[in-house]
């Protein structure tokens, strides 16, 4: 079954792509999901006519992602959170605390596009995880857990 995507699937694709799926994750969780849709000939003469729009706005883009990534390149942040005399911090730091960190340190990046490398993070230390900023653009970004 073809489709067309609306948004990024992990491990699947990214927004107005065409790719294939089984029968059952397209009509069972992509579609009602508001992820995809089904990639009939009228749709994808729509589809064509929408990425030739597109292409004239896809190169900037790609010029504000690489701008994002350089920034996030050269900046590392602190995250502060309570922890024990062993290192070992009170719960764990995930993605919501770092897309807090980076938009108090002036850089707005969506939690969901961040990826830690192992998480969960339950100690003290330095770290790094990976910003996915567009199709063809990434960032690591490096960040620090402290202990109050």
Known sequence: MEIILKKNV???GYA????????GYGRNFLIPQGYA???TASAKK?????MRQKAHKETKILAEAQELASKLEGTSVTITTKAGENGKIF??????????ALKAA???IDRKSLKIK??????????????????DVQATVKFEVVGE
């Open 46 to 50: 729509a589809h064509e006519e929408v």
């Open 118 to 135: 192992n998480e969960p993070i339950r100690e003290i230390g330095s770290f790094e995880a990976m910003a996915n900023l567009h199709k």
């Open 10 to 12: 992990d491990k699947l």
């Open 91 to 100: 719960g764990s730091v995930n993605t919501v605390q770092l897309s807090e």
């Open 37 to 39: 849709v089904l990639a």
């Open 106 to 108: 002036g850089i707005d």
């Open 16 to 23: 107005n792509e065409i790719v294939k799926v089984k029968p």
